[in-house]
């Protein structure tokens, strides 16, 4: 069974940086070959797609991440890593790791991942 479990979420003041990881377990692959992503969803929005890597290591950010947020995994570990800077407070939401069978990521698609976690919440104070 196919487990993605989120950590390190919490709360933050405007300017503060937060690191997440994704531990990935179950998969039929290694996670290396896997298109693996960042998601949000902030209370009363839609979830929206934050950055995806693929197994090269090459990344697609949405034009609220690029700058201040960085994906990256380490496929020994099985794990994926959002380290987000200059947080201010819309970027509180509940964010989310998920997984796409297939090396590579051609966008940022949430209806194309096929594994989801539960999240991790992510709360910026002015």
């Known amino acids: 069974q196919v487990q993605l479990v989120e950590s390190g979420g919490g709360s933050v003041q405007a300017g503060g940086s937060l690191r997440l990881s994704c531990a990935a377990s179950?998969?039929?692959?290694?996670?290396?070959?896997?298109?693996m992503g960042w998601f949000r969803q902030a209370p009363g929005k839609r979830r929206e797609g934050v950055a995806v890597?693929?197994?090269?290591?090459?990344?697609i950010y949405s034009d609220s991440a690029k700058g201040r947020f960085t994906i990256s995994r380490d496929n020994a570990k099985n794990t994926l890593f959002l380290q987000m800077n200059s947080l201010n407070p819309e970027d509180t939401a509940m964010y989310y790791c998920?997984?796409?069978?297939?090396?590579?990521?051609?966008?940022?698609?949430?209806?194309?991942?096929?594994?989801w976690g539960k999240g991790t919440l992510v709360t910026t104070s002015s």
């Open positions: 998920a997984a796409r069978r297939g090396a590579y990521c051609n966008r940022i698609d949430q209806s194309v991942m096929d594994y």
């Open positions: 890597i693929d197994t090269l290591s090459n990344t």
């Open positions: 179950g998969l039929s692959y290694s996670v290396n070959f896997y298109c």
